[in-house]
């Protein structure tokens, strides 16, 4: 992971938050995700966790995790990916125009806009 | 008794079909009779989020005249509500969240849009789990859902007021959308008949996504009849969804009539386990005895990786929302944060106020199983078992023409029983994900009562199999009739 990515998107991690740290993966030893991780998850997501939600995301988040950690087990050598339920591969559609202009309509929405723009609070000082 | 003995909100849509065709009421007064009992319900059952009132009495006008004139189209003056996830022009569409609590959609979806071109009357959109992200609909930023059969229950979700709206005798019948069960264990659990269909066989345009590649959007009603009914209107080939599939569309209503003899029922022995409750495990066995005395041949069938299909679904389903969902971020629509210090706080803010703590949880667990240095270890390792187990299914396939057995492993639990532990939530659905994560149709019908409380028999088939499972699930509906009784409040 690039740092100077999250600095243009306006986050600075610590180093050693970059990648999160290697869990033990063995059902006898579930291994609880840290409050640091979670928090790093909730920042890659964008999402901001009030302190009353933290304990509750750590121990419920770690659970899911352990849970879903009986996959490692099941034996998958030479088994491809699946990518489609029905193995179809995308259509493709000449690039002509088949929508109106609806701007202001779909702006109707929007929090915030001018000029046929949507507002964001400044990104570039 | 007769449909003519019968009160207007008991009628099934091929009941009000007949009534309207027979001049027994209008359009009209049969939708502001059931608008009638959707204010008479709301506050005990909350199953809706939003009523159309107004709306549906002018449509009703127009499918009166349209009678009158002999063009209306095959639904014409049936009402219908659609879950609140399927956008509505001009009408608020939130998902259940706050995050969407303003939104109002700018265009139809390709559901509510080909209903409506058939005549179906809309009357409201229907409470939910926050963004199809629940089993219980406790989830909702509106409230839970309660069950009509004992209102101090859950009738199961995510489209839990679709259910229930249409146990309660409400309505005749209502959109939903699965994605791991979600049409499917509602109906199971408020005795309801539920159809899934096959991945890409309804276009998914102007549905918002949850997983794309599970999300399919079905109908809950109170008879097979009724869904062939509307199914037969929703499927088909769109354009503008890229993964609808171009194929050709059956005469569902038309195959109702297909005996069951002959037909080869798949039975998954790993389905009657300690897991299943045992009132549960008769019932079936009671149903599935039915189609063997009309005829149908039980074949034991084996599913050997079905046991992965929770943990495979709760990597696949995460990711997927964790992408999906990452367009709501405070700047073209739905709720925005007060006086943001910056983007990154605007985004974080308006996310963390707008989303509900499940689906806090699982954008979480979609953002760590992708991210890096992790992608092999769970997403593309759920992939693979993914493949394992719609393997299992296509090999099964070769024996029987469909598998069938419970659809939830208990009858309707409690309001806040299983909400500490999302595990056990999870597991609600574990007969039902099998056939998202192979994109196959499913069904479920009412097929017993445990203790008052109703239990329903899932049936799954291959691929574009929804004419053979509505043909079964309404030749045992014409066998039994499980899917007639109504909650007692409710009559």
């Known amino acids: 992971m690039d740092t100077t990515l999250h600095k243009a998107a306006g986050i600075i991690l ?43 995301v750590v121990e419920k988040l770690s659970r899911i995790v352990d849970f879903v950690d009986q996959l490692q087990a099941a034996p998958t050598d030479d088994v491809l990916p699946m990518a489609h339920p029905l193995n179809m591969s995308q259509r493709l559609r000449a690039d002509e125009v088949s929508e109106t202009d609806q701007r202001d309509f779909v702006q109707q929405n929007a929090p915030s806009t001018e000029g046929g723009y949507y507002l964001v609070p400044k990104v570039i000082e | 008794m007769g449909e003519g003995d019968q009160a207007i909100h008991q009628r099934t849509l091929a009941g009000l079909a007949k009534g309207l065709a027979a001049g027994e009421f209008s359009s009209r007064e049969l939708t502001e009779a059931l608008l009638e009992r959707i204010a008479k319900h709301q506050a005990t059952l909350n199953a809706f989020i939003t009523v159309t009132a107004e709306q549906a009495l002018d449509q009703a006008d127009r499918a009166d005249q349209a009678r009158t004139s002999g063009n209306g189209g ?22 259940g969240s706050r995050i969407l609590d ?10 509510v849009e080909r209903l409506a071109a058939a005549g179906a009357i809309m009357l409201g959109k229907t409470n939910m789990d926050e963004f199809a992200m629940g089993s219980s609909n406790e989830t909702s930023f509106f409230g839970p859902v309660t069950n009509p059969w004992d209102t101090k229950l859950s009738p199961g979700g995510s489209s839990g007021g679709s259910a229930a709206a249409v146990a309660a005798r409400i309505v005749p019948a209502a959109t939903g959308t699965d994605t791991g069960g979600s049409i ?9 008949t539920g159809i899934k269909p096959t991945y890409g066989r309804v276009s998914r345009f102007g549905m918002v996504a949850f997983a ?24 088909g080939h769109d354009v503008r969804d890229s993964t609808s599939v171009d194929h050709p569309v059956p005469d569902y209503v038309a195959g109702l009539g297909k005996s069951v003899k002959g037909l080869r029922i798949g039975i998954v022995r790993q ?47 995460p990711a997927e929302c964790s992408s999906n969902l990452s367009r709501f971020d405070g700047v073209r629509f739905g709720h925005r944060a007060e006086k943001p210090e910056d983007l990154l706080d605007l985004y974080s ?3 963390g106020e707008g989303f509900g703590a499940e689906v806090k949880r699982r954008v979480m667990t979609g953002t760590y199983v992708l991210s890096a240095g992790y992608y092999d270890a769970y997403y593309l390792k759920a992939q693979k078992v993914r493949q394992l187990i719609s393997q299992d299914f296509r090999n099964a396939f070769e024996n029987v023409d469909v598998i069938a057995g419970p659809t939830a492993p208990t009858t309707a639990f409690a309001i806040g029983e299983k909400t500490d532990d999302p595990i056990t939530m999870y597991l609600n659905d574990i007969y039902t994900i099998g056939a998202n994560l192979a994109g196959l149709p499913g069904i479920s019908v009412p097929c017993g009562l445990a203790d008052g409380l109703p239990v ?4 799954v088939g291959p691929h574009f199999a929804e004419e053979a499972l509505l043909a079964c699930a309404h030749q045992y509906q014409q066998l039994t009739d499980w899917h007639q009784r109504a909650p007692g409040g409710f009559l």
Request: net charge negative; aromatic share 4%; charged share 20%.
């Open chain 1, 14 to 56: 610590p180093p050693d938050l970059l990648h999160l740290s290697h869990r033990q993966e063995s059902p006898e030893n579930p291994v609880s995700l840290t409050k640091e991780q979670v928090q790093h998850i909730a920042t890659l997501a964008r999402l901001q966790l009030e302190d009353r939600e933290s304990d509750d």
């Open chain 2, 74 to 95: 095959p639904l014409n003056g049936l009402p219908i509500v659609h879950k609140d996830l399927f956008c509505t022009r001009g009408v608020l569409t939130t998902c």
């Open chain 2, 102 to 111: 303003n939104f109002v959609s700018p265009y139809d979806a390709a559901v």
């Open chain 2, 184 to 192: 499917r264990q509602p109906a199971a659990l408020t005795g309801t």
């Open chain 2, 212 to 235: 794309s590649s599970l999300d399919q959007a079905g109908v809950i009603t109170r008879s097979a009849e009724d869904a062939a009914m509307l199914l037969g209107v929703m499927a």
């Open chain 2, 271 to 317: 389905h009657f386990d300690e897991g299943l409750d045992s009132q549960c495990a008769a019932s079936v066995k009671d149903a599935l005895k039915s189609l063997e005395d009309a005829g149908a041949e039980l074949v034991d069938v084996d599913l050997p990786n079905i046991g992965l299909s929770v943990p495979t679904y709760y990597v696949v389903a």
């Open chain 2, 349 to 351: 803010r308006s996310r």
């Open chain 2, 456 to 459: 329903g028999l899932q049936m």
